[in-house]
């Protein structure tokens, strides 16, 4: 953000300010000269400072986090939800499973509250560093995180190997040492082997050499990281970053917009910082279509089908189109792709709303996060949109589950542009 947009979006506390009575203004300067009292005496992660500022905002960004507009609880709006941070950084709250849960049910990791912040903060970001504070006393974590902990602990990743047999088998199939390291996120693997097979179709069509290390594969780290196991979570980049080392690769494909920030992200703060090129797969297809190495065949029949079906959308991640920035070259593949029968919708690019299972908010209250996904899904239904495209597999699976009547056909983009390569 620009300094000039920085200093205009902070007009209005220099405004307030000059409002103040001498009283208040003698109080604020006491506070400012002893500011001390209001930090912990103990080394911490967290940002103090900033979680300060958000809990004394009037949290106006509340209208557009998905999580508090959904369940209508106090401690879920973000200034609420830094409140309760601080508090327990301070030791003025117990840490018990009851005070824990807002900070993880209540928090997509979506960034929309960036969008109106004039701090320009997160509240996803501000609790992840308070999360790494708080994993010192994981016994106190509710049970779900503890488990789903463990559980990653032991798998290094979401699943089981035997959960991801279809998938590990699709990806056997390529060499261990190429031009373009494939890294399929967990999610993927587990849900949709569909994916799987239209990106290594693809590849194979537009002449690029894929490489995987299946047997080696671990997960990027994010749910870790959400936990706060810090950990577990350097571990785990350590081990991708030898991977790809190994395998010779010039670039690191990623369909999952979860696992490509997080390697070009968050591997440099976890010491694994990553020197090759990371894709999330929009961005590798757009390279690949503006090198013509794409060739649609638009007469294809499952495509004339999802023709057949209506209005076709898509919906926009919030990790890719908030964090990575990633939205311009979709919408110009699907415009070229349906033509007339793409339509834009509303809440769409850096103004989408979460599909619902962003950070651990399907693991502390999946009725939660279902209910958030039924919410997005009908802002399509209102736009009268019969076909969502999306490109994560976290937003897929999330809509899949509660599709349960079928009012839509979803998609990953992915599926698409394979179907289309079809003979
Ligand atoms: S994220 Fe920004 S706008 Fe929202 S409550 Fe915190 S400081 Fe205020
Ligand atoms: S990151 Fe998303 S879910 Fe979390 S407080 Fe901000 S708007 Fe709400």
Not at 208 to 237: F, R, W
Not at 334 to 347: D, H, S, W
Not at 369 to 374: G, V
Request: overall charge positive; some cysteine; proline content about 4%.
């Amino acid at each position: 953000m620009r300094i000039v947009d920085k200093v205009k979006r902070k007009k209005w506390m220099i405004q307030a300010l000059a409002q103040a009575s001498l009283a208040e203004k003698t109080s604020l300067t006491k506070g400012f000269l002893n500011k001390k009292q209001f930090y912990p005496t103990k080394k911490v992660q967290a940002d103090i400072t900033n979680l300060i500022y958000c809990m004394l905002c009037p949290n106006m960004c509340r209208f557009e986090c998905p999580v508090v507009e959904t369940s209508k609880i106090e401690t879920h709006s973000p200034a609420i939800k830094s409140r309760i941070a601080y508090y327990l950084e301070m030791n003025l709250l117990d840490k018990s499973a009851e005070t824990l849960q807002p900070l993880f049910e209540g928090c997509l990791h979506c960034s929309a509250c960036k969008a109106w912040c004039p701090f320009d903060f997160a509240v996803g970001d501000l609790l992840e560093d308070v999360t790494v504070d708080l994993f010192q006393n994981l016994k106190k974590y509710p049970q779900k995180l503890q488990d789903f902990t463990i559980r990653i602990q032991t798998n290094n990743g979401l699943y089981q190997k035997e959960q991801l047999k279809k998938a590990t088998k699709l990806l056997h199939a390529l060499p261990k040492e190429g031009e373009l390291y494939y890294f399929p996120g967990c999610v993927t693997m587990r849900n949709h082997p569909e994916v799987i097979e239209g990106i290594i179709q693809i590849a194979k069509k537009a002449g690029v050499k894929l490489v995987s290390l299946t047997d080696e594969h671990v997960c990027c780290g994010a749910p870790s990281l959400y936990l706060g196991d810090q950990e577990k979570a350097k571990e785990l980049a350590k081990h991708n970053k030898e991977l790809f080392k190994k395998s010779k690769a010039k670039a690191i494909l990623c369909e999952c917009p979860e696992c490509a920030y997080t390697l070009k992200e968050k591997y440099p703060e976890l010491g694994s910082k990553v020197k090759l090129p990371v894709l999330h797969v929009v961005e590798w297809l757009w390279d690949l279509f503006e090198k013509e190495k794409l060739s649609f065949r638009f007469s294809n029949k499952k495509i004339e089908k999802i023709l057949e079906s209506g209005p076709i959308s898509y919906h926009d991640p919030c990790v890719l189109s908030r964090k990575l920035h990633i939205y311009d070259q979709t919408y110009c593949l699907l415009a070229t792709i349906f033509q007339e029968q793409f339509k834009e919708i509303t809440y769409s690019k850096e103004q989408t709303h979460c599909c619902g299972f962003g950070g651990l908010v399907n693991i502390a209250n999946h009725q939660l996060a279902d209910a958030i996904a039924t919410k997005r899904l009908a802002e399509f239904q209102d736009e009268g949109i019969q076909t969502i495209i999306t490109s994560c597999p976290t937003c897929l699976y999330g809509f899949q589950k509660n599709n349960p009547e079928l009012t839509f056909e979803l998609f990953d983009l992915v599926e698409i542009v394979s179907k289309l390569m079809d003979d």
